[in-house]
């Protein structure tokens, strides 16, 4: 009979198995690269005026950058720090339809892991909001207009997983009630059953008690 051995690496008075190791090594780089991409495109805000020459050339980085942070956070990261994924598209009449992914067995190596992946997809749309605002007071409407951009693909993403995570939340919670007005419905009705079928039985008189009578 094939078994498989798991190998623990002792750490003090613990042992932590060699997979769990793993994982928490694996989802350290995704974590990486959730905030690699954004933090890219913030530095090429700041210092691309100085660094690259030309305006042009500067948004279309930061245009490529911010496209591949959307498509790893909102396919890679959450999938792997949160264990939740969106998608949503529109069907042929115009409708705009949304889809959620949510695991609920997926174990946490490290709880800070996800609330470093919640800080990130709620502190940078924040910072692009600011750097609008910014943009707006001095006048600078090309600069505008990138963070605009930048705005609108992180907070996509962070409406899309606030609303995974509550719609998973409400569907969790619904399920919990149905099961729990289940129960209560078929404990009241057995007890009720039984109730009734105990009570021919109490009232039916027994055969040697009649014979005893006659």
Known sequence: MAYVQQTTVPIGDDEIPLLQQEKQY???????????????????YIIGGWVIDGFIAT??????????????????TGRK???LRWWNYVDD???DHWRYESSQTQGKVNAVQPQLFWTGLVVFPIIWC????????????????VSIFCAVMTGSNLFGYLRCKWNSRQELSSYLKQSFVSRVFDSTVA???RRRTAEPKQSQPSVTQTLIDM
């Open 93 to 95: 009449e115009g409708k």
């Open 26 to 44: 694996a989802n350290t780089i995704v974590l990486v690269f959730h905030f690699l991409f954004r933090s890219i495109a913030l530095a090429l």
């Open 59 to 76: 948004f279309l980085l930061i245009v490529v950058v911010e496209s591949l942070d959307f498509w790893v956070v909102k396919n890679v």
């Open 191 to 193: 007890g009720l059953l």
């Open 81 to 83: 720090l949160v264990g």
């Open 130 to 145: 600011v750097l609008i605002a910014l943009a707006f007071i001095s006048l600078n409407w090309n600069w505008m207009v």
